[in-house]
């Protein structure tokens, strides 16, 4: 393989990579789920096989063969709870054009050697499953920081005569998103005739967080035993309110241990694989004591610094 024909491959490569990222800012309007959803609200047919032709015919194969399986279940989940409109077979699909895309980038920015090769294909499916994590905990984090603003808007509304669904889509009409957006959710499935029970744990499920769990909870046995709901709201309203003020004074507090176990943990792979594509020579100069030796180096290393990383998060993890 020339060097022309490299290039020619990479080209294509990034030219699909780009197709793609249209693709998915075009679509990141409306999530899978108010897609399904506006097929009753909207009730037209026609715009339904109208959006079900501009498919991806292998993308939606493959999620139709995925999503059945508990692993295309366990990526469905963790993509909704990024807020990512992409499908699964779309997501398989991204990681293998990165894990190509990395392969052939660092073949060619290292030596065109096989271990570059296998270095960069491993960098490329870490990437989106990385962002995708990363994703998932800005959204929650943001979630929880809105949570006391929409228990105080709901309280306020179910003082002024408001029912449950009433407060929260008014919920999902005044605070901004990500809460907006979980919420519109909520009532759109209730108004299709979902029970409040169904679309709250759906809601649960999207957003796993502890503090919502309580307000869920509240509202259901409300439900089943009666009572003061805008009290028993304003109350957890309160605990939270407290809980992530707590946690914010913890998170500064620890926040010099959780850098220092991440960027130290970080160091010795990243200075690893820079001096494989500097001077790999300097670098396989370990395997001159033999093989076993390097191999038994190489997993005392790693099990040092994996089980630092460890103890540095127990030690930063407290719980509220």
Same mark, same amino acid.
């Given at each position: 393989?020339?060097? /022309?024909?490299?290039?020619i491959?990479?080209?294509i490569i990034t030219?699909?990579?780009?197709?793609?990222?249209?693709v998915?800012?075009i679509?990141?309007e %409306?999530?899978?789920?108010?897609q399904?959803?506006?097929?009753?609200?909207? &009730?037209s047919?026609a715009?339904?096989?109208?959006?079900q032709m501009q498919?991806a015919? =292998?993308?939606d194969?493959? *999620?139709?063969r995925v999503e059945?399986t508990?692993?295309?279940?366990? $990526?469905?989940?963790?993509?909704?709870? !990024?807020?990512l409109?992409?499908?699964v077979?779309?997501y398989?699909?991204? @990681?293998?054009?990165?894990?190509?895309?990395g &392969?052939?980038?660092a073949w060619?920015l290292?030596?065109?050697s096989?271990i *570059?090769?296998?270095?960069g294909v491993i960098?490329?499916?870490? !990437?989106p499953r990385?962002?995708?994590?990363?994703q998932q905990?800005?959204? =929650?984090?943001?979630f929880?920081?809105?949570?006391?603003?929409m228990l105080?808007?709901?309280?306020?509304?179910?003082?002024?005569g408001?029912? /449950?669904?009433?407060?929260?889509e008014?919920?999902s009409?005044?605070?901004p998103?990500?809460i907006?957006d979980e919420?519109r %959710?909520?009532?759109?499935e209730?108004q299709?005739?979902?029970?409040i029970?169904? !679309?709250?744990?759906n809601?649960?499920r999207? @957003?796993?967080?502890?503090d919502?769990d309580?307000v #869920?909870?509240a509202?259901? $046995?409300?439900?089943? #035993?009666?009572?003061n709901?805008?009290?028993i709201?304003?109350t957890i309203?309160f605990?939270?309110r407290? %809980?992530v003020?707590i946690? &914010?004074?913890i998170?500064t507090? /620890?926040?010099?241990v959780r /850098?220092s176990?991440?960027?130290?943990?970080?160091i010795p792979?990243?200075l690893?694989?820079?001096?494989?594509?500097?001077?790999?020579?300097y670098l396989?100069s370990?395997?001159?004591?033999?093989?076993?030796?390097?191999?038994?180096?190489?997993c005392?290393?790693?099990?040092?610094? &994996?089980s630092?990383y460890?103890?540095?998060?127990?030690i930063?993890?407290i719980e509220?």
């Amino acid at each position: 393989m020339n060097l /022309t024909t490299i290039i020619i491959v990479g080209g294509i490569i990034t030219i699909v990579l780009l197709i793609i990222g249209l693709v998915v800012s075009i679509n990141s309007e %409306r999530s899978m789920v108010e897609q399904r959803l506006n097929q009753y609200l909207e &009730g037209s047919e026609a715009q339904a096989e109208e959006r079900q032709m501009q498919r991806a015919v =292998l993308t939606d194969w493959v *999620s139709k063969r995925v999503e059945k399986t508990s692993f295309g279940d366990r $990526v469905a989940r963790d993509l909704a709870r !990024a807020d990512l409109k992409i499908k699964v077979g779309e997501y398989f699909a991204l @990681i293998f054009l990165a894990m190509a895309g990395g &392969g052939v980038l660092a073949w060619l920015l290292g030596n065109r050697s096989p271990i *570059s090769f296998g270095i960069g294909v491993i960098l490329g499916f870490i !990437a989106p499953r990385f962002y995708v994590r990363r994703q998932q905990q800005q959204r =929650l984090n943001k979630f929880n920081d809105q949570l006391s603003d929409m228990l105080n808007l709901m309280v306020n509304g179910l003082r002024a005569g408001y029912s /449950t669904m009433q407060a929260m889509e008014a919920v999902s009409k005044e605070l901004p998103s990500p809460i907006s957006d979980e919420f519109r %959710r909520v009532v759109q499935e209730m108004q299709i005739g979902i029970t409040i029970e169904t !679309a709250l744990d759906n809601l649960l499920r999207r @957003i796993p967080s502890p503090d919502l769990d309580f307000v #869920v909870t509240a509202i259901n $046995v409300q439900r089943e #035993v009666g009572g003061n709901l805008s009290e028993i709201l304003d109350t957890i309203s309160f605990t939270i309110r407290e %809980r992530v003020r707590i946690k &914010g004074e913890i998170r500064t507090l /620890t926040a010099q241990v959780r /850098t220092s176990g991440s960027v130290l943990s970080v160091i010795p792979f990243g200075l690893a694989i820079i001096l494989w594509f500097l001077n790999p020579d300097y670098l396989m100069s370990f395997m001159d004591a033999g093989t076993t030796c390097a191999i038994i180096v190489a997993c005392v290393v790693v099990g040092l610094v &994996g089980s630092g990383y460890f103890v540095m998060m127990r030690i930063a993890d407290i719980e509220v």
